[in-house]
């Protein structure tokens, strides 16, 4: 749904047609039980903070400006209710930490990546992403996966886009780091065939 259908949409709520307001959940639903699910860990959890950014979202709707697309803002607000229930929950994930690399690891690793098809190596991906920090899974699944630049996600973190950058690159170390202990035995499996 584009800029101007949201819009619309929008225009019509804050005139008073209530209704309309359902359309807006449907279109962006999924998306933002997914990313409540990434942060969250808890499918419960993540419904219920879905429910709360829809209250969040309708509340606050006349201040939506429009400077931003409308789903960066709906992002921002999922975000933010997530880290609110986090805090209020006390659920913080233990930090990984970076591993140093040598090329050949890198080298394996990658072999071992590009030998799966895509649905599988897509699995794979999303199975270490759920072992990351909630913080740095929903970074990386909004730049990889729902195509955010960096300068949508500094809107949606409250940061410079060069933060985002240094944090992306910390959040891929650690996701590099998690994927290399789930492919272990493909990359030994790897280092035998050479």
Known sequence: MGFINDQHHINLILEGNTNEFSVLVNQYKNLVFTLSYKILKSKEE????SQ???VKIYRSLHKFKGDAKFSTWIYKITYNTCLDKLKKCKKINSTIYIEDFNK???HAMEDVLNNIDDKERNQKIQECLFLLPSKEAFLLTLYYFDDQSTEEIAKILDCSAN???IKLFRSRK????ILKRQLEPEILASYERK
């Open 104 to 106: 050949h690891q890198v």
């Open 52 to 54: 709360d950014t829809f």
């Open 163 to 165: 933060n985002v950058k």
């Open 46 to 49: 993540a419904e219920e903070a």
């Open 174 to 177: 650690k996701l590099a780091s």
